[in-house]
């Protein structure tokens, strides 16, 4: 008889501790790859038992003992019974109870707060080494540090999940083939992957921040986990702006969390949020770290230019009282720095706000026309919106239908179509 709150605790487990655990595994074993290995059989053997003989009372420490035994078996089969191998055996106790049991397994060292955090910044930073390509670097940091399957990944990417997939493989076997250790780089090394590490960083809160499929708007434990993350970096890095940019931005975008839902979960969105649920604490921490950004100079990044525009929005009494001139050459600036569609998107939703829909429209084809965002459901959702404010239903209803066919979070879909039979 099995007990199917048994899988459901496995997967917020993972959701939780997955980076702790693969960063865990990575110190002891000193090889990047095994240890993911090792964490993936590690959850495979918890579906099987858990449902079967119930949740241990510390589900992380028994993940992570298991994974250390697969360590063992795979040295092992390797003939590799070196000093490695031999202080797995002493620590772990060949006479000792196994791992798989729905027993206690404390592991209390390897849960120390301070080397969690070391373990998981070593993990993020080994995942975005130079020898990969940059799109591999987030892809598998998202993967290993974010806990996001590869259908998540593709979706914040806008590619395939074949791609996706393989961009992992190939990225785990060069990391191998080049002997990557497991650490925190320093000097000019860390400067240099500092840039890949933030994007990962910024796409898992995004994926958190608004779920890319699945029932939920807002996933709160990628989100979270982003935003701590984003805190460790910032102590670990503290004379670098964009760092404080990235946690400035990740702050004011969480600080309107509590008001982005309604009581069953449904999205509210911007323009009929109760700012007053909207978290004063994180608007302050936001403020701060962006105010933190601007005081150490050389200009604010991509991360700090997007912080600017969510200050914006949080120290706007309504949405007809937003600064949204200032919105606009934000933006603009923004899509110097770093040219993106979905920025020339925003900035046309700004523009719509300031000078009429009309204008942005004119954004808007042009990204269509570029044959941009194909497969986003949001070019044809803001392309409806400004098409029904120009009194356009017939050809709103029709970009509507189309974002409704491309959204795949359940929240949103409902949203747009409610949109839809508005117009009616």
């Known amino acids: 008889m099995t007990d199917p709150t048994g899988r459901k605790a496995v ?6 501790e997955s980076a702790r655990i693969v960063g865990a595994l990575a110190r002891y074993t000193g090889d990047f790859a095994l240890a993911e290995d090792l964490a993936q059989e590690a959850l495979a053997e918890a579906l099987v038992t858990w449902p079967r003989e119930g949740v241990p009372r510390n589900p992380a420490g028994w993940l992570l003992t298991v994974g250390r035994r697969r360590a063992i078996d795979a040295f092992r089969r390797r003939s590799a019974l ?7 055996a002493r620590e772990l106790g060949e006479g000792g109870a196994f791992a798989g049991s ?3 397994s404390d592991d209390a060292e390897l849960w120390d707060p301070d080397r969690i955090d070391d373990d998981v910044l070593a993990l993020m930073f080994t995942s975005c080494h130079p020898v990969l390509s940059r799109e591999a670097r987030v892809a598998l940091t998202l993967r290993v540090v974010g806990g996001l399957t590869s259908d998540e990944i593709a979706k914040a990417f806008l590619v395939p999940t ?3 997939q393989a ?3 190939r990225a785990k076997k060069t990391l191998g083939a080049a002997g990557v250790p497991f650490e925190v780089p320093t000097g000019e090394e860390r400067t240099a992957r500092l840039g890949s590490v933030l994007s990962a960083i910024y796409v898992i809160f995004t994926e958190g921040s608004t779920a890319s499929s699945g029932d939920d708007l807002i996933r709160f434990d990628l989100a979270g986990e982003a935003q ?7 102590r670990l890095v503290p004379d670098e702006p964009e760092v404080h940019g990235l946690l400035a931005l990740l702050e004011l975008t969480a600080a309107r969390f509590p008001a982005r839902t309604g009581p069953d979960g449904e999205p509210v969105l911007l323009e009929h949020q109760d700012r007053s649920r909207w978290d004063r604490a994180a608007i302050r921490r936001g403020r701060a770290a962006l105010a933190r950004a601007e005081k150490i100079g050389r200009g604010l990044g991509a991360h700090g230019l997007q912080a600017a525009i969510a200050e914006c929005h949080s120290i706007a009494p309504s949405v007809d009282e937003t600064n949204w001139a200032r919105i606009v050459l934000l ?8 040219p993106s569609p979905v920025v020339d998107l925003n900035r046309a939703v700004a523009v719509s706000m300031a000078d009429g829909p009309a204008a942005a429209l004119e954004i808007v084809d042009g990204l269509v026309a570029a044959g941009t965002l194909a497969h986003s459901h949001l070019l044809p959702t803001v392309r409806g919106e400004l098409l029904a404010r120009m009194n356009r239903p017939a050809e709103a209803r029709t970009e509507f239908e189309a974002a409704i066919r491309l959204c795949a979070n359940e929240r949103e879909r409902a949203v747009l ?8």
């Open 228 to 234: 701590r993350l984003a805190r460790v970096l910032a």
């Open 331 to 338: 933006y603009e600036a923004l899509g110097k720095l770093g």
């Open 162 to 164: 074949a791609t996706v």
């Open 82 to 88: 070196d000093d490695r191998y031999a202080a797995f």
């Open 167 to 169: 961009r992992i493989t």
């Open 417 to 424: 179509t409610r949109k839809l039979a508005d117009l009616s």
């Open 11 to 16: 997967a917020a487990v993972w959701r939780i």
């Open 102 to 104: 729905a027993q206690d």
